[in-house]
């Protein structure tokens, strides 16, 4: 199974960026997908989590400005990110969690300017 990130890049504080994560292989089923991020030197944080269900889990930081989705005929999981604010600057990653383990994405850079 792999996993591909895009939909990262450049914009100016107060504005928005969809990112998107598809996976591919031989997929059977996924449980949860999430989104993290990191920023230089420091830990990779949780950002936001949906259920094979639908129900999502956001990060304090994000709450209100950030929406995860799913598309499960895609094998996709999307983050809109409205409201962008410069530290939200982190380069990007997706996870999935499968019924065998769990499989993380490359990473997206976003970079929010002031």
């Known amino acids: 199974v792999q996993l591909q990130a895009s939909g990262g890049g450049l914009v100016q504080a107060g504005g928005s960026l969809r990112l998107s994560c598809a996976a591919s292989?031989?997929?059977?089923?996924?449980?949860?997908m999430r989104w993290y991020r990191q920023a230089p030197g420091k830990q990779r944080d949780l950002v936001a989590v949906?259920?094979?269900?639908?129900?999502?889990n956001y990060g304090d930081f994000v709450k209100g400005r950030f929406t995860i989705s799913r598309d499960n005929a895609k094998n996709t999981v999307y983050l809109q990110m409205n409201n962008l604010k410069p530290e939200d600057t982190a380069v990007y990653y997706c996870?999935?969690?499968?019924?065998?383990?769990?499989?993380w994405g490359q990473g997206t850079q976003v970079t929010v300017s002031s």
């Open positions: 292989g031989r997929i059977f089923s996924i449980n949860a």
């Open positions: 996870n999935v969690v499968m019924t065998w383990g769990t499989v």
């Open positions: 949906i259920s094979s269900g639908g129900s999502t």
